[in-house]
């Protein structure tokens, strides 16, 4: 008896903690490494677009970026991606467009970027034109620094393009929604380990105090900040390269060649789609399901929009330079791979012992809890002083992370994995081409929304700041939170009635 109820033990506990089982492996390390490669170019990205725009334009230039710069660039990406998913598979797409980031990479950081007082306006006139023209200063301040703009662009689309819309929709046409249950969560949390080892590879490389000729550069110059910068994007260019190598052993010894049973569901046959760019739209147009999917994202865009301009504004005034604003990404992405990882252990047991509906809802919880708090630390922030030897800006940054933290953390675990669960039931047109613009233009055009009220009050009002407005944004915070929980619900009953079952 003791003897079984120790195997009964190991073997709940092995459920909890790995429910992947052996004759699975074959396909779940290769696929697991391939996340881990991805995210760890999205979380270096991720902190080198902040790292170039804030300290150097501020922090208030985001909602433009977001609004005028990437969600047009999404719309166009979108209606490319379809006309080339009737031309090419997911393999040849997928090796297309992770070139084709990877080049641009490598262009702006050896060749943009340190000869930007040669590509860039001059300085002081971009500043006096911002200055007669305030209405329009952070246009002019963006035309200014035309090359981190762009950067900042192509490192939001990585995330929205690579991870959201080339990974997941692979995996989506390899898994049915019970095997998800159990490899999504384990698979975001090898995956998320990529997002602690960018945080190490940023740290590691700020850190290193550059010279020239033996004279230490200093951490305000150019100079510098080319040099930390420069291994940092080759790290992620290998990256990317050893990604694709990983997408190409799946293909070719894996999906094409050994069938693991039930894994797969689709032969790479199976993954040219056939309809027409109008057709796709009517299609996803007419599709309750999908619009729902869509107002998902909106909602999580638009809250996170909005949550994240007031706190970025608070770091650039602890971290004003490039270099020590990097060293802080890099802590702070180290701190969200740790969670990722926790949390996507304990999601991985809620996917499986409760209903989607239960798991779907958690992450707007978390968000609201934790919004609420470092909106109302902010707004009080000058009557609470000094607590200790913190300043209140410290205090801002830091409950500010710990909400980006706990927030993300859910988003990249519960979250995507629920998502991404409600397209496995779809028709193969839908799951490609409703994905593509749920992923590509639904989350961008969340961020813009947000980024829209945002930017247009700094337009009406020149003078105004995040600190100005943050009543404001609090309001529309919690109404974006209602509607994401009625919005879940609806998803939930039609996600229920499309599988054919109950939960």
Not at 363 to 379: E, L, S, Y
């Amino acid at each position: 008896m003791p003897n079984l109820k120790k195997k009964q033990f190991l073997s709940s506990l092995k459920e909890i903690l790995w429910p992947i089982e052996r004759s699975e492996l074959k396909l779940f390390i290769p696929m697991s490494f391939l996340m881990l490669c991805i995210l760890f170019n999205f979380g270096a990205l991720r902190s080198i677009k902040d790292s170039l725009v804030v300290p150097n334009i501020g922090a208030e230039v985001i909602s433009f970026l977001k609004l005028w710069l990437v969600l047009p660039s999404t719309i166009i990406f979108t209606l490319i991606y379809v006309k080339l998913s009737n031309m090419f598979d997911y393999e040849y797409l997928f090796y297309l467009i992770v070139s084709f980031f990877l080049g641009f990479f490598l262009i702006f950081t050896y060749v943009l970027y340190p000869d930007q007082d040669f590509y860039h306006p001059n300085l002081e006139y971009a500043q006096g034109l911002a200055e007669a023209y305030p209405n329009f200063k952070w246009f002019i301040l963006i035309a200014s620094k035309w090359s981190y703009a762009l950067m900042y662009v192509f490192c939001e689309l990585w995330s929205a393009v690579v991870i959201n819309l080339l990974f997941w929709q692979y995996a989506n046409n390899i898994f049915d929604t019970t095997l998800a249950k159990r490899f999504y969560p384990i698979l975001g949390m090898v995956g998320n380990i990529g997002l602690i080892m960018a945080g190490s590879v940023l740290v590691t490389f700020s850190n290193i105090p550059f010279g020239v000729d033996g004279e230490i550069l200093d951490k305000y110059s150019l100079k510098q900040s080319s040099l930390v910068l420069q291994p940092i994007m080759t790290t992620i260019i290998i990256s990317g390269c050893v990604a694709m190598g990983l997408y190409r052993y799946i293909n070719k010894y894996l999906v094409k060649t050994d069938k693991l049973g039930n894994l797969l569901s689709h032969t790479q046959d199976d993954t040219r789609t056939k309809l027409s760019v109008i057709d796709s739209v009517k299609l996803i147009l007419r599709s309750k399901y999908i619009g729902y999917i869509v107002i998902l994202l909106l909602c999580y865009g638009l809250a996170i929009n909005i949550l994240e301009g007031p706190w970025k504004a608070r770091v650039r005034e602890l971290y004003p330079n490039t270099v020590d604003y990097i060293n802080f990404m890099g802590r702070f992405n180290i701190y969200m791979g740790i969670s990722c990882v926790v949390v996507a252990l304990i999601g991985s047991n809620i996917l499986r012992k409760f209903s989607w509906l239960t798991a779907a809802l958690i992450t707007p919880g978390i968000i609201a809890c934790t919004g609420i708090i470092f909106f109302v630390f902010v707004i009080y922030a000058n009557d609470i002083g000094m607590i200790g030897s913190y300043s209140p800006i410290y205090l801002a940054v830091i409950i500010g992370a710990i909400q980006n933290i706990l927030s993300k953390s859910t988003k990249y675990t519960l979250f995507d994995s629920t998502k991404e669960m409600t397209y496995i039931p779809l028709s193969l047109e839908l799951r490609t081409k409703g994905k593509a613009a749920v992923e590509v233009i639904g989350l961008k055009f969340g961020k813009s929304l947000g980024a829209f009220s945002q930017s247009f009050m700094f337009i009406l009002m020149p003078a105004s700041t995040f600190d100005s407005v943050t009543v404001y944004l609090m309001v529309i915070f919690v109404l974006i939170i209602i509607l994401w929980v009625l919005d879940v619900r609806k998803l939930n009953k039609e996600y229920i009635k499309l599988k054919g079952d109950k939960e």
